[in-house]
């Protein structure tokens, strides 16, 4: 059995972290499936999926890194081919996978005590985005 569902999200961009934990939660405890995993996906090429402790050092840390690797300020060969320099967004979120997979057991999301799933947006501009919850199993 498959059950698919959506997570609409409303971020500020410029490598914002948001935990979308819960919502994950919800939509698996909810498919009626007991066993299987869950697939999370964000159709976006300057956002992406992590998984992570999500609490304040290790925010500061991740969005310090993403800055180190892809410097805002530099000037990017995206915006030749078009209007804006959103480069080191396309980047990031290359370094980022637009899906995970979670096991699902027993109807609950098998996670480590401090794991958090994360949607990063790198635009850098306020977006909607929309990320797919697909639970496959049992």
């Excluded at 994950?24 to 090429?45: D, L, N, P, R, Y």
């Excluded at 992570?52 to 995206?78: C, N, Q, R, V, W």
């Excluded at 804006?84 to 637009?98: V, Y």
């Amino acid at each position: 059995m498959i059950k698919t569902d959506y997570i609409k999200v409303e971020t500020e961009g410029n490598t914002e972290i948001i935990n979308i934990t819960s919502e994950v939660k919800k939509i698996a405890e909810s498919s009626g499936i007991k066993e299987g995993v869950v697939s999370i996906f964000v159709a976006h090429t300057t956002a992406g999926l992590a998984i992570m402790e999500f609490e304040p050092g290790s925010i500061k840390d991740l969005k310090e890194e993403f800055e180190k690797l892809a410097p805002s300020e530099k000037t990017y060969h995206h915006g030749d081919v078009v209007d804006g320099n959103n480069g080191q967004s396309h980047i990031r979120g290359a370094l980022l996978k637009p899906c995970l997979t979670v096991p699902l057991v027993d109807k609950g999301l098998v996670l480590g005590t401090w794991q958090s799933i994360v949607l990063v947006d790198f635009d850098i501009k306020k977006r909607e985005r929309k990320v797919v919850v697909q639970v496959v199993g049992e």
